[in-house]
């Protein structure tokens, strides 16, 4: 009847031996201040900037709570004063026919819309990589899928004229005080998408129905929907279309796909858009205890910029696959979708693996694509369960 239960180890995967995970609860940090309104017990503090979600705490209803989203920040979290006035927070918009400054007030006069989202931080899964990449060793729990309103960002462009000629990036500056002494553009959190992503992006001030706390990038945040978290831009303050990408470093030189060994450099791929993803829930995350006989194997599958079009799962390490169901309301193609498959798990040790396919055709792979920072884990190998019913 008891169990112990690991994230899938070298013995599943020879090819792609996983890295073992902490023990979730062991030496567990104290909530970092910005984020003390979280509910520790689902949460793994990593750092006073970074904490994720475990693994068995995701929940079935398709929406992540607010108490139990990722936090990830890249600087210091800014001082509380700037949520006295959020009515009054300005972003200036550049690169447009007739650039202007505009205060939240004034942004909800001009559109509003509601995106349901996958937001993941680029690293997330950065825990499996057996050449153990610098950076917050994410398991799975750098992800949550949230609702975000505010006004959609075309319409703002639309309002101050159009976009100016020529431009084909969307470039969004985070509002950070930067410490003084240091070149800005090595430390402030910058960053450029392709222009085609500004058809849904949002400038939001609404997350899960309330108004998007300091540590989630209120007053005002940049959503990005489809790409890593890292385009979502917190507390922005400069929304600019431009011909260039941004030179900043965190651009320029971070979040980039570097072979292994190697340094970020601006010739290498950008971390951007998100990758059909997958990974088991329930039952056994976090050393939960299993039964065995009947139970739902369950969990969460999205396709960055496509919805999901089907879950597989296995309880054998992928020899046999079965189609799971998908389970709950479908919020439109970047939410992710819960899925389902009922199963009978004999006393003994099994595999739990799932691999999504998104409605492009994309199927998530088996094996990671190898690089130096640990980004865009999607490895259905990698995100294995094992779970052992005595
Ligand atoms: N201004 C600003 N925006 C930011 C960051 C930051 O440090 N500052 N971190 C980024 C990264 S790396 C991620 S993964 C997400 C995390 O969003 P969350 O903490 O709301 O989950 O915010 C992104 N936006
Ligand atoms: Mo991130």
Known sequence: MAAGVSAAGSAAFAANPATPVQTPGAGAKPLPTAVQWKDASSLIVHSSTTVE???GSFGSSGITPTDRLY???NLPTPDASIMAEPEAWEVSVEGVRKPRTLDVRTLRTLGVETVAMVMQCSGNGRAFFPSKPSGTPWQVGAAGCVLWSGVPVRAVVEALGGLADGVIFMTGTGGEKLPEGLDPK???????????????ALLAWELNGSPIPLAHGGPLRLIVPGYTGVNSIKYIRRLAFSTRESDAHIMSHGYRISPPGAKGDPTQPSVQEMSVKSWITSPGADAGQVRSGRTQIQGVAFGGLHAVS????????GENWQVARLVGPDLGKYAWRQFALSANLPTGTHTLVCRATDQAGNVQPRERMENAGGYNNNSWADHGLKVVIA
Do not use: C, F, H, Y
């Open 310 to 317: 089907k879950v597989e799962v296995s309880t054998d390490g």
């Open 186 to 200: 090595s430390i402030v959190v910058e960053r450029s998408v392709p222009i085609a992503a500004m058809g849904d």
């Open 53 to 55: 979600l475990k693994r």
């Open 71 to 73: 936090l990830r920040n």
